[in-house]
């Protein structure tokens, strides 16, 4: 019998290369945003069902995973539904050139899926949990996790709403929770995993997810979130001044711009 943790990997390469196969059709690199959270709902399904023995712990963090993928999965399709390739993949396809489908292949879908395999750690050894009831490492894990959730949907949602309006075409969001941070999706997602990661330090091991919450901060901050949307908007002077007075990422009060 294959062991789980192969069998996951094998399924998770096949999902990135059905992927990258419907993106040659269409065109659009862009389809890898919608599978990044379906790909998790997969990772942890995979392993909830084929593992003896369901904890309420396991239950949990299978639950808090598949809600998140379901909802960013269904938000990123309808925003991107009849619109062109994102602007980072547009970039990418106009630089790499003639290399453009090999690097997409293992660049954008294949390396996405085995970061995708590290952050889900905490899924792998879920099934060393024995513990058959809460403490307050649930309790406090599942509060942070419900504060990312809500920074995440309720951004996404105020940003769709203010998008839709025509007269804010070409206006930058200011409003909501964009007033306490210029990112409050990517803020969201990252307190998710790491409420996840306090749920884990019940389990043995459980420490060791610690790299986790630090793989998806990282790449928020520093790689493929915050840093190309900040470097889009470098030139908009409205955004600038939103920027001078508003929290990069961690949510709090904005400054107070001296005339």
Partial sequence: MI???????????????????IALIKKDNSIVDIGWG?????????????????????????????????????????????????????????????????????QVFILQGVIMLTIAYPVFILHYDRMLYFTWFDKIGLLVWLIGFLFEAVGDLQKSIFKSKPGNKGKVMTSGLWRYTRHPNYFGEAAMWWGIFIIMLNVPYGWLAIFSPL????????????????????????????????SLFIPWFPKKISR
């Fill in 3 to 21: 062991p789980i943790i192969v069998f996951t990997v094998i399924q998770v390469f096949l999902f990135m290369a059905i992927l990258f196969l």
């Fill in 38 to 106: 379906l790909g998790f709902i997969l990772v942890a399904l995979i392993n909830y069902f084929g593992l003896p023995g369901y904890t309420p712990r396991q239950v949990l963090v299978t639950a808090l995973i598949v809600i998140w993928g379901v909802r960013l999965a269904a938000y990123l399709y309808y925003r991107n539904k009849g619109k062109s390739e994102d602007f980072r993949y547009a970039q990418w396809r106009k630089k790499w050139g003639r290399s453009w489908v090999i690097r997409s292949f293992f």
């Fill in 215 to 246: 793989i998806i901060t990282n790449l928020l901050l520093f790689v493929s979130g915050v840093p190309m949307l900040e470097k889009k908007h470098a030139a908009d002077p409205e955004y600038q001044k939103y920027a001078s007075r508003t």
